[in-house]
């Protein structure tokens, strides 16, 4: 039985409907359900090891989980990882993150990860830890402002008018 972090992670699989996914951390068996459903999709696992070099050799993917990954590097390698995955390899990331209250300062806040672009999007108990669950959605990353569009800014009635 999956714990309720990795239903919502499955189900927010179901919603992306990936054809291609990377799972970071060992825990390959979570999207085996999905795999089943979805014959045409394929999955990456790497449980261990040099994690950037390992994601450096894969390419592109459409949906990256990451899961006890940044518990075990240091902050400098995860904040790397988590750039690279995002930028270069995957169209969304999702990363499950365990927190328990006497973790060392110099590990991962909240701030650190919202900085890179993640979001929140659960958080569930596990006696004095939690687990919190965060995604990066190339597609919804960044709202369009309002202003940047052709009307406040590009006035084609004036290109040849003036000469600035």
């Known amino acids: 039985m999956a714990d309720d972090h990795q239903q919502d992670v499955l189900r927010l699989a179901e919603q992306m409907r990936p054809a291609s996914i990377l799972v970071l951390g060992g825990e390959c068996g979570l999207f085996n359900e999905y795999l089943h459903a979805h014959p045409a999709a394929r999955l990456v696992c790497v449980s261990h090891g040099d994690w950037l070099a390992s994601v450096d050799a894969l390419g ?50 909240e701030a650190d990860l919202l900085a890179l ?44 008018k003036y000469w600035w």
């Open 60 to 109: 592109r993917l459409d949906l990256a989980y990451v899961s006890g990954v940044l518990e075990r590097v240091d902050k400098h390698t995860g904040e790397m990882l988590l750039a690279r995955l995002r930028d270069l390899h995957a169209q969304r990331v999702v990363v499950a993150l365990r927190v328990a209250p006497g973790d060392d300062p110099a590990t991962w806040h």
């Open 117 to 160: 672009g993640l979001i929140r999007i659960g958080r569930y108990p596990r006696g004095e830890a939690e687990v919190r669950v965060y995604t990066f959605d190339l597609h919804d990353y960044k709202i369009t402002p309002d202003w940047l569009n052709s009307r406040d800014w590009a006035h084609p009635e004036l290109f040849d």
